[in-house]
């Protein structure tokens, strides 16, 4: 990326935009006894929040470079860097149609957000940033975000399954940097195995925040890391 990579194997994108549909599996009331985390999506709560998500969603999903810096703030963080103009050159927003933050966000955007519970007043997404355990150190952690995802004895679709997970949050074990679709991985169980990447997010992957200024909802940041 052209602002840096995520600290574990990822794949860069997902393989679709649903833009503007939740995850069936976002529910209004979270669980996090340190070794789960249900999702959460607070949108919903805010009548104005939640319209300001749908036209930075519909924004995403269009590929609309002018209304998706309209619903950013001035000075938005992004990566060491602030402001509109530099979110469009590390981003290559000029060349709008080949630039991977729009899967970026919209990945980040669609897991759920909630109140920021971490910093100043606002909204935060994904619910697995915001919710993450602040005893742990997110670094080696990833958190299953799909409905009965599986933890295989191999990084292979026909391995034999050792557990089905439910929104466990997982030690991440050192393991062949090759498997860009596969984490080596201890579940809330102890037990050891395989995840896909596509059902599991890392805390410390990107997240969004925002805030409400003179009345209006924008987007304060893009951010790596916890």
Same mark, same amino acid.
């Given at each position: ?11 860069? %994108? ?16 979270? =669980? ?8 959460? #999506?607070? @949108?919903?709560? #805010? ?10 969603? %519909? ?9 998706? $810096? ?6 938005? *963080?992004? #990566? ?5 103009? &530099? ?5 290559? $927003? &000029?060349?709008?149609?080949? @630039? ?10 669609? *897991? !759920? ?24 150190? !997110?670094?080696?952690?990833?958190? =299953? ?7 295989? &004895?191999?990084?292979?679709?026909? @391995?034999?399954?050792? &557990?089905?997970?439910?929104?466990? =949050? ?6 062949? *940097? ?23 997010? @890392? ?19 893009? *951010?790596? !890391?916890?």
């Amino acid at each position: 990326y052209a602002c840096g990579m995520a600290r574990y194997p990822r794949k860069a %994108t997902r393989r679709t935009l649903l833009v503007g549909l939740l995850p069936l599996a976002l529910m209004r009331g979270a =669980v996090v006894d340190y070794y789960h985390i249900t999702p959460l #999506d607070e @949108s919903d709560n #805010d009548a104005a929040f939640r319209r300001f998500r749908r036209s930075l969603l %519909t924004a995403i999903r269009d590929r609309n470079v002018q209304q998706l $810096l309209a619903l950013f703030a001035p000075d938005i *963080l992004n #990566d060491g860097n602030s402001g509109r103009d &530099e979110f469009r050159r590390a981003w290559r $927003l &000029e060349q709008a149609a080949a @630039s991977p933050v729009w899967d970026l966000l919209a990945e980040t955007v669609q *897991l !759920g957000c909630v109140r920021n519970r971490k910093g100043v007043s606002g909204f935060v997404a994904p619910y697995v940033y915001a919710l993450f355990p602040d005893r742990f150190d !997110g670094l080696p952690y990833f958190v =299953v975000v799909k409905p009965a995802a599986k933890l295989y &004895e191999r990084p292979e679709a026909l @391995s034999p399954v050792i &557990e089905t997970l439910h929104w466990d =949050v997982m030690e991440y074990l050192e393991g062949d *940097l090759r498997l860009v679709d596969w984490h080596n991985v201890k579940a809330a169980s102890g037990r050891e195995g395989f995840v896909r990447d596509t059902d599991v997010r @890392s805390p410390t992957d990107y997240h969004a925040t925002f805030q409400k200024r003179h009345g209006q909802w924008l987007m304060t940041g893009f *951010l790596l !890391g916890a």
